[in-house]
């Protein structure tokens, strides 16, 4: 079996690939990611050869898309799985940069530049593979190697839209030194199964961090949001910045006629029921369980009130514990140390999204006979109540997905769909919460192992 024929027939097809550029990656020659209405999927440069088929074979073992098997992953990394929410962790924090201008130019408390700051400039990594709104041109991202602090401030910032970031694997490769890598969670994933099976250029990487993830946009996000401010398509961007300005920020738009387009964070987000990325509605990691440290927005009123920009940290090795603490005490990092309830309180609502309503949505998948992605665990129980608000859930997003809804979206001013969006959210959130909270802090997984996949990784992709 050579490998693109199961990619192409149980993965990418089925509509399960998570847009990572891991198999483009591994086959650069061969494949090459190319951006289509359902996020970028890779496609065919030539015909596979059997010179191909190892690598192939390789990307097939490791491909995201299938799920993980995450307590092997787990256990490879000598971890013990202390919360099925939130994963393996050592340390749970608070906090933000303690330089001004970090925290001003991150998309919350700049804790993951700071950390990779330090990591540079103390020799501890040689370079740190992120991603730049931008880079190469004003509408997309793109990943690269930073190997100064300028250029790791550059890509502070989250990104809402989808992007490959393991087809930089041969520059991986042919780096000269230690990497950190920055990636969301199916990447991150991917990379652990990729080191796993003893790919040269994910061994590189000694450090991994990453953002909480909870949804994710596909191309079309940001020029639906720029039709509805009578912006024609032809007219070109000049830059975007999704998380602008204070805390929690603001999309801001620039097109090259000079003019600007900006709506706060909680207005803009109602593109999210039309343009959400299928990947991040089937992955069941928000906070990102893989990574040595993960980071997310801290949500709760007192801090929202405060301003600056807070994150919620969490460390998952010895050593990120160890940077943190170390940071903490020559005054580079604001850090408190809070309780597993408090972590877990600031982002419930997505967390329910992952843990429960992903594997909800992955058991539809299967009972119409698709090959749904398995990650080596499910839930024990999921109350009725709970199936229901999926259901709704389900059927708001089949119609957010209608080309008549985004025709339609497109063509109402933000000054209406971004109040009527933010108000039906906290109406949606106050009437679903009994439901979502339900059990969510008391719910029980079931262990599912899978021996042949981890076989399959751990022979370096060999069937």
Known sequence: MSGWTPLRERVIEPGFCTHCGLCAGLNPRLLRMRESSAGPLPALRRQP???????????????????????????????????????????????????????????????????????????????AVVLQQGRSEPEQAAPFI????????????????????????????????????????????????????????????????????????????????????????????????????????????????????????????????????????????????LTDLSVGDAWSPALEGAGGGHSVVVTRSAFADKLLRAMRETGELALEEIALAEALAMHAHMLDFKKRGAFLRLDRERRRGRP??????????IPRSRRVVEAIIG???????????RWLVSRTPVSVSGPLFSGARRLWKAASKPAKRRGLTAARFVMEPDPERWSEIAGRGET
């Open 395 to 405: 059927i708001l997003l089949w119609l957010g997905r209608r080309g008549w809804a």
């Open 146 to 289: 930073a190997t100064s602090r300028v250029e790791i401030l550059a890509a502070a910032q989250s990104v809402y839209a989808v992007t490959p970031m393991l087809d930089m694997l041969p520059a991986m490769e042919r780096f000269g030194g230690r990497l950190a890598f920055v990636g969301l969670p199916d990447q991150v994933a991917a990379l652990r199964m990729l080191a796993a099976a003893g790919h040269g250029g994910a061994r590189r990487v000694v450090f991994i961090a990453g953002p909480y993830t909870g949804t994710n946009m596909y191309a079309g996000a940001v020029r639906a949001f720029l039709r509805a401010h009578g912006v024609s398509p032809e007219t070109p961007v000049q830059s975007i910045e999704w998380r602008a300005g204070e805390w929690p920020g603001h999309l801001r738009v620039r097109t090259a006629d000079g003019r600007e387009f900006v709506a706060p964070k909680f207005h803009y987000n109602y593109l999210i029921p039309f343009y959400i990325s299928k990947n991040c509605l089937q992955t069941p990691d928000f906070s990102n369980e």
């Open 49 to 127: 050869a059997p010179a191909d088929s190892a690598n192939l074979r390789l990307a097939w073992a490791c491909c995201p898309g299938r799920g993980a098997p995450f307590p092997e992953l787990f256990r490879s990394l000598g971890r013990a799985n202390n919360s099925d929410l939130l994963g393996p962790h050592l340390g749970l924090y608070c906090g933000y940069a303690a330089d001004a201008a970090i925290r001003r130019r991150a998309a919350s408390g700049g804790i993951l530049s700071s950390v990779l700051i330090r990591l540079l400039e103390s020799g501890r990594i040689d370079g």
């Open 372 to 381: 749904a992605p398995r990650f080596g665990y499910r839930p024990e129980s």
